[in-house]
């Protein structure tokens, strides 16, 4: 499955980077691709995702907020 996610707070490369790396270590995330300029992000996914858990990850990693469009 494929889900977009809004994150506040990506503003360079290395954001891309460190959200992607976050994402990967989820075991329900297959794939994350981040642009950090507009801040959407698209997350492939197993069904079972624990979307608080993601969300959590994120913001615990940096400056981040997250808004989940499932």
Do not use: Y
Request: proline share 4%; charged share 30%; hydrophobic share 30%.
């Amino acid at each position: 499955m494929q889900s977009k996610i809004k994150i506040q707070g990506t503003h360079c490369p290395s954001c891309k980077t460190l959200i992607e790396d976050v994402c990967r270590d989820i075991p329900s995330v297959n794939k994350c691709a981040v642009d950090f300029v507009s801040g959407q992000t698209i997350i492939d996914h197993d069904p079972e995702i624990n979307w608080q858990e993601l969300k959590k990850e994120i913001e615990d990693s940096g400056e981040f907020q997250v808004e989940v469009n499932k």
